[in-house]
């Protein structure tokens, strides 16, 4: 593949990789925790804050998954055989994906929604309140998944040939 090509699609990867994971980091680990500590409502802020993540969180994902089909294209590995660390490490980071970006439209274009329409009826509160809860165990969970993909791309490096 044309070096100039590959070049640029590294980084539309590597940029998209540091948006949707690190737009994670920063909802979970810095805006909630202040939100919570500064805030008599932390969802007044978290819930705009997190709205405003979501298109680029969406293209984001759209790029990487884009990026990443051409660079596996671009590094010869047999995801049918599965032999060796590379093409096992590949497919499950693969995996991964795509159960993160299941759970990431799951939450957009149903849960938010759900609470939305259950929050402005008022009439269920604790229902609310268990749905908001699993939205956000469904962050920590796409979280934990960005770290093990990243983790992934570490074999595939180590096992470069
Ligand atoms: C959360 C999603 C993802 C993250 C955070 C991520 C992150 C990364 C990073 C940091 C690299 C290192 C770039 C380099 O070696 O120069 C990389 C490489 C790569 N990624 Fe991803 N990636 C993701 C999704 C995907 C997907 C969905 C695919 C396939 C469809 C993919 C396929 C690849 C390939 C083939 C490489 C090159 C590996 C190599 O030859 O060493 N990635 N990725």
């Given at each position: 593949?044309?070096?100039?090509?590959?070049?640029?699609?590294?980084?539309?990867?590597?940029?998209?990789?540091?948006?949707?994971?690190?737009?994670i980091f920063f909802?979970?680990?810095?805006?909630?925790?202040?939100?919570?500590?500064?805030?008599?409502?932390?969802?007044?802020?978290?819930?705009?804050?997190?709205?405003?993540?979501?298109?680029?969180?969406?293209?984001?994902?759209?790029?990487?998954?884009?990026?990443?089909?051409?660079?596996?294209?671009?590094?010869?590995?047999?995801?049918?055989?599965?032999?060796?660390?590379?093409?096992?490490?590949?497919?499950?980071?693969?995996?991964?994906?795509?159960?993160?970006?299941?759970?990431?439209?799951?939450?957009?274009?149903?849960?938010?929604?759900?609470?939305?329409?259950?929050?402005?009826?008022?009439?269920?509160?604790?229902?609310?309140?268990?749905?908001?809860?699993?939205?956000?165990?469904?962050?920590?969970?796409?979280?934990?998944?960005?770290?093990?993909?990243?983790?992934?791309?570490?074999?595939?490096?180590?096992?470069?040939?």
């Amino acid at each position: 593949m044309n070096g100039l090509l590959l070049t640029v699609t590294t980084w539309i990867h590597l940029l998209s990789a540091v948006v949707w994971i690190g737009g994670i980091f920063f909802i979970l680990y810095v805006a909630l925790p202040v939100a919570r500590k500064t805030l008599y409502q932390p969802g007044k802020i978290m819930g705009p804050l997190s709205k405003r993540f979501v298109p680029p969180a969406n293209i984001s994902i759209f790029l990487i998954i884009a990026s990443g089909i051409i660079m596996s294209i671009n590094s010869h590995e047999d995801l049918t055989s599965l032999s060796g660390p590379r093409a096992q490490s590949l497919f499950v980071k693969i995996l991964l994906v795509v159960i993160m970006a299941s759970i990431h439209f799951y939450r957009g274009l149903i849960l938010t929604p759900g609470i939305a329409r259950l929050t402005s009826k008022g009439s269920n509160p604790e229902q609310v309140q268990k749905l908001q809860t699993l939205s956000l165990n469904l962050v920590k969970v796409n979280f934990i998944l960005g770290m093990t993909v990243l983790l992934l791309t570490g074999v595939l490096y180590v096992y470069k040939a």
